[in-house]
């Protein structure tokens, strides 16, 4: 097997997961599914291991599927950014695919992303927004904007700002539930919490400038700031989220701030992540260095 087929293997395959199916992988490629079929099994029998589970409904990846599609894809990134750099003799070009929070990708990453298309028109920005973490090694995205402090891995992560956190909740709830007055209050009332911090249900205080933490419960949970700052605004509950994503709301008056006097003033850090060394493309760079330059919250 020489290395173009073994690229060609490679790409079949990576299409297939982001297909979810052989006759997908197939349509876009102009192929049938069985000679999809053939490619991926003398794939699998070259390696030697199962890489797909292939069922009538759907396909599987096996973890060393999984470890297949991670590596096939950065060599198939590494391939398409050396072609680039030749034919184009540096310039940053091709697709960047970019993953952001739906709150700050919606006020913040969407008008940089214009900004930064303005200035790099040989670069497609590709734009995710979920609150879902996605897999930036295993090749899911090229930069990711991620929100608090983060875990040990390969990684490299630049720090593009931070944010504070506020707690909020609708004239109208305010109005049905009483305005509470100390911390405590909100054990009576219907706190509205990220569902990804399940783990570490409180929020913190700060009284006589000593630090605490509530351990509050609600009816509701999300993984979206933009989702629990929405309950708020309908009336649903009380909601601590980032304050960039409620400061309109806060100037029309859609929310309250509650309880500010006990804010601890806690910070969370907003990083850019991406896969780093000197094989990194130009259109990462060219994205994170204009993020360090222009992000503000």
């Known amino acids: 097997m020489d290395i173009a087929g073994r690229s060609g293997e490679m790409t079949i395959f990576a299409l297939v997961a982001q297909e979810g199916s052989l ?36 396909i599987t990846l096996t973890a060393e599927g999984e470890a297949y599609l991670r590596g096939a894809r950065r060599i198939l990134a590494d391939m398409a950014e050396v072609e680039d750099a030749i034919t184009d003799q540096g310039v940053p070009r091709g697709r960047l ?5 739906v709150a700050h990708g919606r006020l913040s990453i969407v008008p940089l992303v214009a900004a930064f298309s303005a200035r790099y028109p040989a670069i ?24 608090g402090y983060l875990a040990d891995s390969p990684l490299t992560a ?33 706190c509205l919490r990220f569902n990804f911090r399940r783990a570490a249900p409180d929020w913190p205080f700060r009284r006589d400038g000593e630090y605490f933490s509530l ?10 700031g933009d989702a629990l700052a929405q309950f708020a605004r309908l009336g649903t509950g009380i909601a601590r989220i980032g304050a960039f994503s409620v400061a309109d709301d806060l100037r029309r008056g859609d929310l309250v701030p509650l ?17 780093g060394g000197a094989a990194m493309p130009a259109r990462v760079r060219a994205f994170v260095d204009f993020l360090l330059e222009h992000h503000r919250v």
């Open 23 to 58: 006759s997908g992988a197939a349509r876009a490629l102009g192929l049938t599914p069985s000679a999809i079929s053939r490619i991926i099994a003398r794939t699998e029998q070259r390696i030697g291991t199962r890489l797909l589970i292939r069922t009538t409904r759907a």
């Open 259 to 275: 309880l500010e006097a006990f804010n601890p003033g806690d910070r969370e850090p907003i990083h850019a992540v991406f896969v």
């Open 158 to 190: 630049r720090r593009i700002g931070d944010t504070g956190e506020v707690i909020v909740a609708s004239p109208d709830y305010l109005a049905r539930h009483g305005v509470p007055l100390q911390p405590e209050d909100l054990l009576q009332h219907n």
């Open 124 to 147: 497609v920005v590709d734009l995710a927004l979920g609150d879902e973490l996605v897999d930036v090694l295993g090749g899911q995205a090229d930069v990711a904007i991620r929100f």
């Open 215 to 224: 351990k509050v419960t609600g009816t509701v949970e999300g993984n979206s």
């Open 97 to 101: 695919r970019v993953s952001a929070s």
